[in-house]
């Protein structure tokens, strides 16, 4: 079976300072982990994806997530937010192999302070 | 190219009343999935197809939740009778065969 957890439901940081989204996995077999990004009344976007092959994994917009399995995270970040990056962002995983269901965690909301 | 299309966008219904929404998949991708997302929450997988075959219904409430992808393409997820917990978001994806999932805008559902 797979899960996530993220931690902390909701992140505040100021405009130009580092965004840092916690995620945490559990996983039977070796995962594909995923982060995707909703804006307010739109669909998910995926921004970058975890795919067995490189542990640092560079995605859209700046961001680029660490996938260290000794600690089963697989943490978001971006060195310096925009008022843009603001919404909602969830991290998933699927089995590397057979079914590819997404398992999402709950979400984290980015607000970006000017 | 253009992306999955979902409709209706918004719909608010009375409990009880029968309700349907419709996704139509990017164009050769034979994989469609429909996922629910409450209110704060992250997707919930309700039903994936490969092709016109659903191949994991495992977590769709079969008593009053159903679904179709007739030739393998557009996609309809019927709800009826809703009732006022059906209140949710409903996400339709597809993809081509385990490939990214590509999400499309989604139908916002209110039941009154």
């Known amino acids: 079976a797979q899960s996530v957890t993220q931690l902390g439901s909701h992140v505040s940081v100021s405009e130009g300072a580092l965004v840092l989204l916690r995620c945490n996995y559990s996983?039977?077999?070796?995962?594909?982990l995923f982060w995707y990004v909703q804006y307010p009344n739109q669909g998910l976007q995926l921004l970058l994806k975890?795919?067995?092959?490189?542990?640092l994994v560079k995605g859209i917009n700046g961001f680029e997530a660490e996938f260290k399995k000794s600690e089963t995270s697989f943490h978001l970040t971006k060195p310096s937010a925009h008022m843009s990056d603001a919404a909602e962002y969830f991290c998933?995983?699927?089995?590397?192999?057979?079914?590819?269901?997404?398992?999402f965690g709950t979400g984290t909301r980015l607000t970006v302070i000017p | 190219e253009a992306g999955v299309v979902q409709s209706p966008r918004y719909k608010i219904i009375e409990k009880k009343q029968p309700v349907a929404f419709w996704c139509n998949p990017i164009?050769?991708?034979?994989?469609l999935y429909w996922y629910l997302q409450n209110l704060g929450q992250g997707p919930e997988l309700l039903i994936r197809?490969?092709?016109?075959?659903?191949?994991?219904d495992s977590q769709l409430p079969k008593d009053r939740f159903s679904a179709e992808r007739l030739k393998g393409v557009d996609s309809t997820l019927k709800i009826q009778p809703a009732e006022l917990g059906d209140s949710a978001v409903y996400l339709c994806?597809?993809?081509?065969?385990?490939?990214?999932?590509?999400f499309g805008q989604g139908t916002r559902l209110t039941v009154v």
């Open positions: 994806a597809s993809s081509l065969d385990a490939g990214e999932a590509f």
């Open positions: 996983s039977s077999v070796p995962p594909y």
């Open positions: 975890y795919t067995s092959a490189a542990t």
């Open positions: 998933a995983v699927s089995a590397l192999t057979g079914a590819n269901n997404l398992f």
């Open positions: 164009s050769g991708h034979n994989t």
């Open positions: 197809y490969e092709n016109e075959e659903a191949v994991d």
